[in-house]
């Protein structure tokens, strides 16, 4: 699993991305949320991981694109 540099974003708190299961796993800073976002291509892990704000690029390219769930497992 990759992992996406968070260390300057104010909302996200870490995030991972499975490149077999396309999957991108984002905890949420402030409230100990986690989601998993579905179908999320290695192009837009590679945007996101090149992305001035981390939590810009996922609210404008990431949770309105892709089916999402719950993280109970972080």
Known sequence: MKKVDTSGSSSISWARYDEKKKIL??????????????????????????????????????????EFEKDERQ
Do not use: M
């Open 25 to 66: 796993h984002i905890g949420f800073a402030g409230n100990d949320t986690a989601y998993r976002y579905k179908e999320v291509s290695l192009k837009e892990y590679r945007e996101l991981e090149k992305a001035a704000s981390k939590g810009e690029y996922i609210n404008h390219h990431i949770k309105p694109n892709h």
